[in-house]
């Protein structure tokens, strides 16, 4: 039988639960926006290798050249890929408003077999980045208002005290973009880089994990030197090694257009100091 | 002058060094079947494609030349002489060209191919090179345009890209009569009645301009071009002393204005239009005393594409319309053409593949399903299987090959 006191402590108790829940959510939203807006710098230029291994061990390496930079309305990126051949001139263009704007990216592909430039829609990027395990969702800049998350722990990967969060879409529409029913995010607690995240699929089977191999502090921002995905069904994996990586370096305008993407990369379109280390 | 001529004479005062900027090759082979008749193998080829790029200071060329050598025109073959000439050796370059800065654009000297629009295979506002139909009319626009000599200057204004070209003249390439790629619609007029004279006059430069950018959201091309038409139309210059009618090989002048939109709907959707429109354009008529009447005439292309993970599906409707059609002229008044195409790539981009119908309504007098499937277990090692299947009468595009069903396979070694 419930007398007074005891319905009294389960509403205290519910409600204290129901605090901490809310504030683990709080948390987690806080963490989640510390990681959407850390300071990558207000332009970036890296060689980027992204290195498939297939299940029986071999490996395949594609180069391309990544550019990002900031304008008022959100970031900008361009990719050429230079490698192997049949990928060479392939470029894409990808323009991410911020979040708070509540418009999805724009993205423009240029692939050399046709000559033209084509639009892409943004709706679905399950697809797999340039045949890696990486899909372009995994790609995406972090989006805050997508998930519904919550701090579950903390853990140390790589000897860096981490926040551990768990996120959950929170609408169809992110659910039916990215294919994950859940991630479960590693946050370094310092410097809010994500240090692995875990892809669960419908079915809330783990398919695929994404860890930081390696960091290092270049132009006094930590940066990603290394990450590697593995899909546990597949039993594929990925490696994005960025090479070379500069922070706020003189990037043209004319390099974020869609008209970049099909002009292809141009010496003179660098500063000569990004050129003379790549 | 010859294209590596003027290769040789452009690089020569600039010192080209041993090892250029990049290059790479890939040495091919394929064997192509007819699917019904005898003496079903009708390509034993060997190809070669070869790409080079190099710079000095700002100045740099980009070269992709191709070589081809056919086997199956060594020795006897049911094609004769014209076809032997025609298919035996081919070499061609897709690109050589020098680009340079020049006040704040890009200066491009060379064979160039420029494709206008948005259209997957079909052609509306590509319409700067002609195209090689050698090989039928089914191949991929990539490998059959012909590259034109080509003047051209770009510049990016914000969001923007304007483009001037001047471009030198070179037509339409016809399937030799007698091989295994003729058909009705590449038909020229027939020897015994028509005694066919080379053209007179069909030189001449075009000239180019178009606008890449953005309205908003939606991203917006504007084209106009003034070139000759790369198919002949022929004139009729009255009776020969054999009895035979005379005609001669023109190649009218027109212009073309024309737009392309494309914006992304949501949901996985993109919507392309394209619309052109082409003044003067000529077509025969073998009831003028001319041959050939004028007309304005309109393409339009209406496309959407669906991407669901690794596979871009796409719809296309092209229509055509000649706008002052008259009794006898040897085109439609008007005439569409529906594709659908899926491509894809699995496999960690190993396999690809291309899946495509396309059909000219009544779909069963015209329609033709291909599939395209390339797969790379190596980087050095690319295996191709090509197949092509047509439906339909004998005078239209596809069913020309109804009974030329054909599967291709081949194999290119990468450098």
């Keep these: 039988m419930f ?120 709706s679905d990027k399950r697809g797999a980045f340039m045949g890696s395990e990486y899909s372009y969702a995994d790609l995406d800049k972090v989006r805050v208002g997508d998930y519904r998350q919550k701090l579950v722990g903390d853990e140390v990967l790589l000897e860096r005290p981490c926040h551990v969060i768990e996120r959950e879409p929170a609408s169809p529409e992110t659910l039916t973009k990215t294919g994950y029913n859940k991630l479960k995010v590693w946050v370094d607690k310092e410097n809010h880089l994500v240090m692995r995240q875990d892809f669960f699929d419908v079915k809330g089977v783990l398919v695929k994990q994404m860890r930081t191999l390696s960091v290092a502090t270049i132009d006094g921002i930590d940066s990603i030197m290394l990450s590697e995905t593995e899909h546990f069904i597949d039993g594929t994996r990925s490696e994005m090694r960025f090479n070379q990586l500069k922070y706020n370096i003189e990037l043209d305008d004319k390099l974020f257009t869609q008209a970049a993407i099909r002009r292809g990369l141009k010496a003179g379109d660098l500063p000569e100091n990004a050129l003379s280390s790549l | ?91 061609d370059w897709r690109h050589l060209y020098l680009g340079m800065p020049l006040a704040e654009g890009e200066l491009t000297l060379g064979w160039q191919q420029v494709v206008w629009g948005r259209a997957d295979e079909l052609r509306v506002l590509d319409q700067v090179n002609p195209v090689d139909y050698r090989w039928g009319g089914t191949a991929l626009l990539d490998d059959s345009r012909i590259a034109l000599p080509m003047l051209r200057y770009t510049r990016t204004s914000g969001d923007w890209e304007w483009e001037a070209l001047a471009a030198g003249s070179r037509k339409n390439r016809a399937p030799e009569p007698g091989s295994e790629f003729d058909s009705p619609v590449f038909a020229a007029p027939d020897p015994a009645y028509f005694h066919a004279l080379p053209p007179e006059d069909d030189r001449g430069l075009a000239y180019g301009l178009s606008a890449n950018g953005r309205l908003g959201e939606i991203d917006a091309s504007f084209v106009a071009l003034s070139a000759r038409q790369f198919d002949p139309v022929y004139a009729s210059l009255g009776p020969d002393p054999d009895g035979r009618l005379a005609v001669r090989a023109e190649h009218p002048r027109y212009t073309m204005l024309g737009t392309g939109l494309a914006a992304d709907l949501g949901n996985s959707l993109v919507l392309r239009g394209e619309l052109a429109y082409f003044d003067r354009w000529r077509v025969a008529n073998p009831s003028r005393e001319t041959g050939s009447d004028e007309t304005a005439q309109i393409k339009s292309l209406l496309g959407i594409d669906y991407l669901v993970r690794e596979w871009l599906i796409s719809g296309q409707w092209q229509g055509q319309r000649l706008l002052d059609w008259r009794e006898g002229m040897l085109g439609a008044r008007s005439e569409h053409v529906f594709t659908l195409s899926a491509e894809g790539s699995h496999a960690q981009d190993r396999l690809k593949s291309r899946f495509l119908l396309a059909f000219s309504p009544p779909a069963g007098d015209d329609a033709w399903l291909q599939g395209l499937f390339s797969y790379k277990p190596a980087d050095w090692l690319k295996l191709g299987l090509e197949i092509n299947v047509f439906f339909g009468t004998d005078t239209t595009m596809f069913g020309a090959y109804d009974r030329r069903d054909h599967l291709r396979l081949s194999a290119a070694y990468v450098f």
């Design chain 1, 3 to 122: 007398t007074p006191l005891k319905i009294l402590s389960a509403t205290l108790m519910l409600s204290l639960s129901a605090s901490a829940v809310a504030s683990a959510e709080t948390d987690a939203d806080a963490i989640m926006r510390a990681v959407r807006d850390r300071d990558d710098g207000r332009s970036f230029l890296s060689q980027v290798s992204l290195i498939l291994h297939d299940k029986n061990g071999n490996a395949r390496t594609r180069e391309f050249l990544y550019l990002q930079k900031d304008y008022p309305e959100g970031d900008k990126f361009t990719m050429f890929f230079s490698a192997p051949a049949d990928v060479r001139d392939v470029a894409f263009h990808i323009e991410n408003p911020k979040e708070a704007q509540g418009r999805e990216d724009s993205q423009w592909m240029y692939l050399p077999v046709s000559r033209q430039t084509r639009r892409i829609s943004t």
């Design chain 2, 1 to 91: 002058m010859r294209p590596l001529s003027l290769l040789a004479l452009l690089l020569a005062p600039l010192g080209v060094r041993a090892a250029p900027d990049y290059w790479d090759a890939e040495l091919g082979i394929a064997l192509a079947t007819r699917l019904h008749g005898e003496d079903r193998l009708f390509q034993r080829s060997t190809q070669l494609l070869a790409t080079l790029e190099d710079s000095w200071g700002e100045v740099y060329l980009k070269a992709k030349g191709r070589a081809r050598y056919d086997f199956r025109y060594e020795g006897e073959h049911p094609y004769g002489e014209a076809a032997e000439e025609a298919y035996r050796h081919d070499a």
